[in-house]
């Protein structure tokens, strides 16, 4: 399609000698478009030019050669340079290339660069909490994009699968194991053996002498240890599973802690010949004071063993010779936002390529406040996520059994309406706010939600199916798509592309989620205005053929948040 802006910036670099992609950093949209289809605000340029944003909007629509074919005029608005498009040439550039691309907004901007993203990642024989939920979803968005514009991408669930923790639950379960159906419930069983050895571990100095034995001993592949281990870990992601499936989630890696078990003493030598590594209490540290960062980072504990912190540190060494990454992303709760400082500036430490220690990226979000009752997280009370979504699946069953009780496929609708609603959730602010979960919000289908962009999406599909063939580009009028309504959805389609790159720019999904409710929106208010299926020839073509380019965009926007879309609801 043409790049309405990219032209825009490269006639006023023509009249003004300045650089034209940083021009068209600056070109914005206009919420109103009253205003222009694009706006160059002039006082980015008042100091360079040494003149009133005023003056110079002037002399730059004095001088400036617009394309008639794309520019329809160019006015000034105070400091302002106020760009109206085409009508006609927008509704052909949009029309066209729906017509002739079936994956509308692919890109291949991302080809060559290598894309990591470190998500979901809970821990086993624990619950995979509200957080990892989010996590999981949010990574998995972002996934999708970066691999919609030609990224090569890996996804890796850094399992939390190794620490002392172990060692305690190995001694938990030489005690009790007995006692606990860790088949049948393996999280809960679980947790509940680890609460009962911690409480003991406080009583009994030998036992936790026992437990730190047992990690020691998991360490050196002690055979009985190993195995324990291992069956924890089978149990726990045989349950994780459950969550997964239901949200369709994919990691190309699961390399989890554990996997850096062998890797650790390479990142201590490299720290050790740095003269960073000091001892503090018994500990091994590196002092980041320097770096505005006040608490140390700890490398080796007092009792001599390994920590998260050194794990990620073997796991960007890993990642860098691996992947060869240009960023790596972390989807982490922002709880973790000082581990992740530490973590990047000692990986400063390790010899590391400039471009993979620039790479590093913490993409935190807030927290997530499930609903009281049954769902809340009282203590020793294990909020089961599958459960969560399980509930939002019977909800949505119930919606859609009162709204339309004849549907085909009602299960599967069900589930893809109290899924997608959950998801679109997590999705519909910005990721650094908190969130509060609330059915009625998240399965509103009138309100800003995933259900809403599903039922949008049907109801385009029902307007298709009641048109019959679908028009073909030739045979559409584009003076007949030149309506303000129209044009709203039409510059809203033109968007897409660059709203794909916004997400990546700021790790943001929320800029798609909002977009597909505007799209949404704007489709409304169209059907609204305008009657689609009428007599006229023309107009009908015309208004069918942009009905059906909305729910491509719907359709192909919510499969990159990784929402399914319903055929009939
Ligand atoms: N397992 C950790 C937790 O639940 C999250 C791991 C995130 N990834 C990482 N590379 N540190 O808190």
Same mark, same amino acid.
């Given at each position: 399609m043409?790049?309405?802006?990219?032209?825009? +910036?490269?006639?006023?670099?023509?009249?003004?000698?300045? =650089?034209?992609?940083?021009?068209? /950093?600056?070109?914005? $949209?206009?919420? #109103?478009?009253?205003?222009?289809?694009?706006a160059?605000?002039?006082?980015?340029?008042?100091?360079?030019?040494?003149? !009133?944003?005023?003056m110079? !909007?002037?002399?730059?629509k004095?001088?400036?050669?617009?394309?008639?074919?794309?520019?329809?005029?160019?006015?000034?608005?105070?400091?302002?340079? =106020?760009?109206?498009?085409?009508?006609?040439?927008?509704?052909?550039?949009?029309?066209?290339?729906?017509?002739?691309s079936?994956?509308?907004?692919? $890109?291949?901007?991302?080809?060559?660069? =290598?894309i *990591?993203?470190?998500?979901? &990642?809970?821990?086993? &024989?624990?619950?995979?909490?509200?957080?990892?939920?989010?996590?999981?979803?949010?990574? +998995? +968005?972002?996934?999708?994009?970066?691999?919609?514009?030609?990224?090569?991408?890996? /996804?890796?669930?850094?399992?939390?699968?190794?620490?002392?923790?172990?060692?305690?639950?190995?001694?938990?379960?030489?005690?009790?194991?007995?006692?606990?159906?860790?088949?049948?419930?393996?999280?809960?069983?679980?947790?509940?053996?680890?609460?009962?050895?911690?409480?003991?571990?406080?009583? @009994?100095?030998?036992?936790?002498?026992?437990?730190?034995?047992?990690?020691?001993?998991?360490?050196?592949k002690?055979?009985?240890?190993?195995?324990?281990?291992e069956?924890?870990?089978?149990?726990?992601?045989?349950?994780?599973?459950?969550?997964?499936?239901?949200?369709?989630?994919?990691?190309?890696?699961?390399? /989890?802690?554990?996997?850096?078990? #062998?890797? $650790?003493?390479?990142?201590?030598?490299?720290?050790?010949?740095?003269?960073?590594? *000091?001892?503090?209490?018994?500990?091994?540290?590196? @002092?980041?004071? @320097?770096?505005?960062?006040?608490?140390?980072c700890?490398?080796?504990?007092?009792?001599?063993?390994?920590?998260?912190?050194t794990?990620?540190?073997?796991?960007?060494?890993?990642?860098?010779?691996?992947?060869?990454?240009?960023?790596?992303?972390?989807?982490?709760?922002?709880?973790?936002?000082?581990?992740?400082?530490?973590?990047?500036?000692?990986a400063?430490?390790?010899?590391?390529?400039?471009?993979?220690?620039?790479?590093?990226?913490?993409?935190?979000?807030?927290?997530?406040?499930?609903?009281?009752?049954?769902?809340?997280?009282?203590?020793?009370?294990?909020?089961?996520?599958?459960?969560?979504?399980?509930?939002?699946?019977d909800?949505?069953?119930?919606?859609?059994?009162?709204?339309?009780?004849?549907?085909?496929?009602?299960?599967?609708?069900?589930?893809?309406?109290?899924?997608?609603?959950?998801?679109?959730? @997590?999705?519909?602010?910005?990721?650094?706010?908190?969130?509060?979960?609330?059915?009625?919000? +998240?399965?509103?289908?009138?309100?800003?939600?995933?259900?809403?962009?599903?039922?949008?999406?049907?109801?385009?599909?029902?307007?298709?199916?009641? &048109? /019959?063939?679908l028009?073909?580009?030739?045979?559409i009028? *584009?003076?007949?798509?030149l309506? #303000?309504?129209s044009?709203?959805?039409?510059?809203?389609?033109?968007n897409?592309? #660059?709203?794909?790159?916004?997400?990546?720019?700021?790790?943001e999904?929320?800029?798609?989620s909002?977009?597909?409710?505007?799209? !949404?929106?704007?489709?409304?208010?169209?059907? =609204?205005?305008?009657?689609?299926?009428?007599?006229?020839?023309?107009?009908?073509?015309?208004? *069918?053929?942009?009905?059906?380019?909305?729910?491509?965009?719907?359709?192909?926007?919510?499969?990159?948040?990784?929402?399914? $879309?319903?055929?009939?609801?």
């Amino acid at each position: 399609m043409i790049q309405f802006k990219t032209k825009i +910036a490269e006639e006023i670099s023509n009249v003004t000698n300045i =650089n034209k992609e940083e021009l068209e /950093g600056y070109i914005e $949209m206009p919420k #109103d478009s009253k205003n222009g289809d694009y706006a160059f605000p002039c006082f980015r340029l008042a100091k360079e030019l040494k003149k !009133a944003p005023p003056m110079i !909007a002037n002399e730059i629509k004095e001088k400036i050669k617009i394309d008639e074919e794309l520019i329809e005029k160019v006015e000034v608005a105070g400091g302002y340079l =106020n760009f109206y498009i085409k009508k006609e040439k927008l509704v052909n550039e949009v029309l066209k290339e729906m017509e002739s691309s079936k994956e509308y907004g692919k $890109m291949n901007i991302g080809n060559g660069k =290598n894309i *990591v993203i470190d998500y979901s &990642a809970p821990n086993i &024989a624990k619950p995979f909490h509200i957080g990892h939920l989010r996590s999981t979803v949010i990574g +998995a +968005a972002l996934y999708k994009i970066y691999k919609y514009l030609g990224y090569n991408v890996t /996804g890796i669930n850094h399992l939390g699968d190794y620490g002392t923790q172990f060692g305690k639950l190995i001694e938990g379960y030489k005690l009790w194991g007995n006692e606990y159906n860790i088949e049948e419930n393996p999280i809960e069983e679980l947790t509940k053996i680890y609460i009962r050895i911690n409480n003991l571990c406080k009583e @009994d100095e030998k036992v936790l002498e026992a437990c730190r034995n047992n990690f020691k001993k998991l360490e050196d592949k002690d055979p009985y240890c190993v195995k324990l281990w291992e069956e924890f870990r089978k149990l726990s992601l045989k349950e994780f599973q459950k969550v997964y499936d239901l949200l369709g989630s994919e990691f190309d890696s699961w390399n /989890g802690e554990a996997f850096y078990s #062998d890797k $650790m003493p390479e990142v201590i030598e490299k720290l050790e010949k740095t003269g960073r590594l *000091v001892e503090s209490q018994g500990a091994k540290v590196i @002092d980041l004071s @320097d770096k505005g960062i006040d608490t140390p980072c700890i490398i080796i504990k007092s009792n001599g063993s390994t920590t998260y912190a050194t794990r990620d540190l073997a796991a960007i060494l890993y990642r860098a010779r691996n992947y060869d990454f240009d960023k790596a992303l972390y989807v982490v709760s922002y709880e973790q936002t000082l581990h992740f400082k530490q973590v990047f500036e000692v990986a400063k430490l390790l010899g590391l390529d400039e471009k993979y220690t620039k790479g590093l990226e913490h993409v935190s979000f807030g927290m997530v406040q499930l609903p009281e009752g049954k769902m809340s997280t009282r203590e020793g009370n294990v909020v089961k996520l599958d459960d969560l979504l399980k509930e939002s699946i019977d909800r949505a069953r119930k919606i859609i059994e009162e709204k339309n009780p004849d549907l085909e496929n009602k299960e599967e609708t069900a589930k893809k309406v109290g899924v997608g609603a959950v998801i679109f959730n @997590d999705l519909a602010n910005s990721r650094i706010k908190d969130e509060i979960f609330d059915w009625n919000t +998240a399965l509103n289908f009138q309100g800003e939600t995933g259900p809403y962009i599903q039922y949008t999406y049907v109801r385009t599909k029902s307007i298709l199916e009641k &048109a /019959g063939k679908l028009p073909e580009f030739k045979d559409i009028n *584009v003076e007949e798509l030149l309506d #303000d309504y129209s044009q709203e959805v039409l510059k809203l389609l033109y968007n897409f592309d #660059d709203i794909l790159i916004q997400v990546t720019k700021k790790e943001e999904p929320s800029i798609l989620s909002r977009y597909l409710i505007d799209l !949404a929106k704007s489709f409304s208010s169209f059907y =609204n205005e305008n009657k689609i299926i009428v007599e006229d020839k023309k107009v009908r073509n015309a208004r *069918v053929f942009l009905t059906y380019c909305v729910g491509q965009v719907l359709k192909i926007g919510a499969s990159l948040l990784g929402i399914e $879309m319903p055929e009939k609801m």
